[in-house]
């Protein structure tokens, strides 16, 4: 009788612990999951104070004028680039597939040139064709009238002119997360 | 054995995979080097579980090159390109599951060379002698957004990229003393034998040769 008993005992046991091991391995394994998806994250960064976004008068590379105060009551992303910024470049197409989704919405992108001649960015845009404008800040005012201190940095500007979101480095801008973030700006 | 407990086996050895390196990132950070994989040339990189640093040499005639194109003078790119320039990505590596915050000031970091403390040559430093060499706008303009921020400050997957000089002769091989906050807490390192990139010119038929 009692090696019956320890002998269920002992399966018992022996079961217990595989579901235990199982448990703490599914766990693990969710917590693993977790990690990879917030890496994958693309934050974008609350601007303290939300402060009014600088006025701006550019023309793009085609001699069109473009006003920031033309674009008041709409969400407007002003990326600062320049060519041979290699992150400037990796997030271009990924901004031009948000454009896509965004121009839908009636939310704006406008990329500022920092520096760089009609020339240039026009050659530049054989291998990066994009559909939103492209101003050029040839003296560096605009930039330095934001506060910018790295290429690339993007802002995101919300219907009542306000700096509200920042991203210092490359963003994938079509990430459903991010466009989510940004379509919230005109409800 | 049983394919039940193989599937087990297997998800711990996953797990470990997985845990063991962020295990062994957060503590005090640790230096990688070797050949990166764009520019095909030695790098030194630091890192922990919120920041990482990486230092790729730049060759000498890539730096005239890359200069000129941008207006500089025969002369003045000759200056830069002996300056010890690096390619340098600086990022805050931290997700928004564990976020922090990085801040850092160029004009606290140490160049170790030959028994000396010196400073970086930082863009304020370098802008003063383009005024004085009556340097183009635009030629100063490329140059000053073409360097690392002299200060800065990444939240979360925050990162720029571009050039740190370090006013050093190719070829010389330094430390280099790291100065940051973290979350507000005084944080140092050093990077040790780094190396100027040597004033070589690349065979074209072959550059790697």
């Keep these: 009788m009692l090696p019956t008993f320890i002998l269920i005992l002992r399966i018992h046991l022996v079961n217990m612990a595989y579901y235990f091991i199982r448990w703490i391995v599914f766990w693990l394994l969710l917590i693993v999951a977790s990690a990879v998806y917030a890496d994958k994250s693309q934050p974008l960064h609350t601007v303290a104070g939300t402060p009014r976004a600088p006025e701006f008068s550019l023309k793009d590379i085609n001699g069109k004028l473009f006003r920031l105060a033309d674009y008041k009551g709409k969400v407007v992303i002003v990326n600062f680039w320049t060519t041979w910024c290699p992150p400037c470049r990796f997030e271009l197409p990924s901004m031009e597939r948000a454009y896509q989704l965004f121009k839908k919405q009636d939310i704006e992108i406008l990329a500022i040139n920092v520096g760089e001649d009609v020339d240039t960015i026009f050659t530049f845009t054989v291998d990066y064709p994009v559909s939103f404008?492209?101003?050029?800040?040839?003296?560096?005012?605009?930039i330095n009238d934001y506060p910018v201190i790295g290429l690339p940095t993007t802002y995101v500007i919300d219907t009542e002119g306000r700096l509200v979101y920042r991203a210092i480095g490359t963003r994938e801008w079509d990430d459903s997360r991010l466009v989510e973030k940004i379509l919230e700006l005109k409800k | 054995m049983h394919y039940q407990n193989r599937?087990?086996?297997?998800?711990?050895?996953?797990?470990?995979?997985?845990?063991?390196?962020?295990?062994?990132?957060?503590?005090?950070?640790?230096?990688?080097?070797?050949?990166d994989d764009d520019a095909q040339l030695p790098f030194w990189e630091w890192r922990n579980e919120a920041m990482s640093l990486r230092l790729v040499q730049r060759l000498p005639d890539q730096?005239?090159?890359?200069?000129?194109?941008?207006?500089f003078s025969k002369e003045h790119a000759e200056i830069i390109a002996q300056s010890?320039?690096?390619?340098?990505?600086?990022?805050?590596?931290s997700t928004a599951a564990r976020p922090s915050v990085i801040e850092y000031d160029l004009r606290q970091w140490k160049v170790l060379y030959k028994g000396k403390a010196l400073p970086l040559k930082t863009k304020e430093v370098w802008q003063v002698e383009w005024e004085k060499a009556n340097a183009a706008q635009a030629v100063q303009i490329a140059f000053l957004w073409s360097l690392i921020p002299t200060q800065q400050r990444y939240q979360p997957q925050d990162y720029n990229w571009g050039m740190t000089s370090y006013n050093l002769p190719p070829g010389e091989k330094f430390d280099l003393q790291l100065v940051w906050q973290q979350d507000g807490e005084r944080r140092t390192a050093t990077i040790q034998d780094i190396e100027c990139a040597p004033d070589i010119h690349p065979d074209p038929e072959n550059p790697f040769g």
């Design chain 1, 133 to 142: 404008p492209l101003l050029m800040d040839l003296d560096s005012k605009v």
């Design chain 2, 7 to 35: 599937l087990v086996i297997g998800a711990v050895v996953i797990v470990i995979h997985f845990l063991l390196p962020a295990a062994a990132l957060s503590a005090e950070g640790r230096v990688l080097t070797g050949t």
């Design chain 2, 63 to 71: 730096t005239r090159a890359f200069f000129m194109a941008r207006g």
């Design chain 2, 84 to 93: 010890c320039i690096f390619q340098t990505v600086y990022k805050n590596v």
